[in-house]
C-alpha cells in the first residue's frame, strides 16, 4: 500500500432501488426532484458526518454512494436518513 494510503480504509456503501427491486408507490417515495439534489445531498452528507456522498435519482431508480469508514454503522444511518427525507 502507498504511503499516502497507510491507514486509511474507506469502503464505499451503495443503496439503491430499481424498478426490479420495488414497486412504484416506493420508487416515487425515494425519487428526488433535481430542484431538491442540493439539499438532498447536503443533508445526507451531514447525516453521514460529512462523508463524501453521490445521489442518483431518475425515474426507474434511485442510488446512494457513500465513502465511509464503517459501513455497518452508515448503512443505518442512511436508512435512517432515508426515513426522515422522504
Not at 443503496?15 to 428526488?32: A, D, F, P, Q, T
Request: proline content about 3%.
Amino acid at each position: 500500500m502507498p504511503p499516502i494510503l497507510a491507514g486509511c480504509c474507506m469502503s464505499l456503501l451503495v443503496l439503491g432501488i430499481n424498478h426490479n427491486s420495488g414497486c412504484m408507490k416506493l420508487r416515487e417515495r425515494v425519487s428526488i426532484a433535481p430542484a431538491q439534489m442540493t439539499e438532498a445531498l447536503c443533508s445526507l452528507s451531514a447525516a453521514m458526518g460529512g462523508a463524501d456522498a453521490v445521489i442518483l435519482s431518475t425515474c426507474n431508480r434511485t442510488e446512494l454512494y457513500l465513502a465511509v469508514g464503517a459501513a455497518v454503522h452508515a448503512y443505518v444511518i442512511s436508512l435512517g436518513w432515508l426515513h426522515f427525507t422522504i
